[in-house]
């Protein structure tokens, strides 16, 4: 079944961050715990963190199924002319039906149309599943990293590539 790709606007902000917080508290606590959950969606997943990113270049999609969200991704264009994909989540009851496979083809055709040379993102070591989902995607690991997120956290990252 093919998922529909629409941008999200303004008023949808509060329902983004409502589906990731749902979102990240079903897959992040065994990676990386409660707290540092928590710390993150209030960093980078609440409504104000995605609406001050939003100002700064950012794009959030969502992914819907029959008029539900089942998902979403955001994405950041960068200087360099490579495409930052930031976020990609999917509800746990969708996962494994093609959905982000769906949501990078959209990508590259976006990168296509927009002249970007390649996506690139972070993932964390150990979170095995998705690390597995990008390699079938042809994702490449460029680098590993280790990023101070503030409030004694870290993010122990994996970079990948995709040369467009």
Not at 74 to 98: A, T
Not at 103 to 112: D, P, S
Not at 141 to 164: E, H, K, P, T
């Amino acid at each position: 079944m093919s998922v529909e790709i629409v941008k999200v606007n303004d008023n949808e902000i509060k329902e983004l961050a409502a589906l990731a917080e749902e979102i990240w508290r079903q897959h992040f606590p065994p990676i990386i715990g409660d707290e540092q959950v928590t710390y993150m969606l209030e960093k980078f997943q609440s409504e104000k963190a995605m609406k001050e990113q939003i100002k700064e270049g950012y794009e959030y999609y969502f992914l819907k199924l029959s008029d539900e969200n089942i998902g979403y991704f955001g994405i950041e264009p960068m200087e360099d002319g490579s495409l930052f994909l930031s976020k990609l989540y999917i509800r746990l009851s969708q996962r494994g039906n093609g959905y982000a496979r769906q949501a990078f083809e959209f990508m590259k055709e976006l990168c296509r149309k927009r002249g970007y040379k390649s996506i690139w993102l972070t993932v964390n070591k150990y979170n095995v599943n998705t690390i597995e989902v990008y390699k079938k995607f042809g994702m490449k690991i460029l680098r590993s990293q280790v990023s101070d997120i503030g409030n004694g956290f870290v993010m122990d990252d994996y970079v990948f590539g995709y040369d467009i």
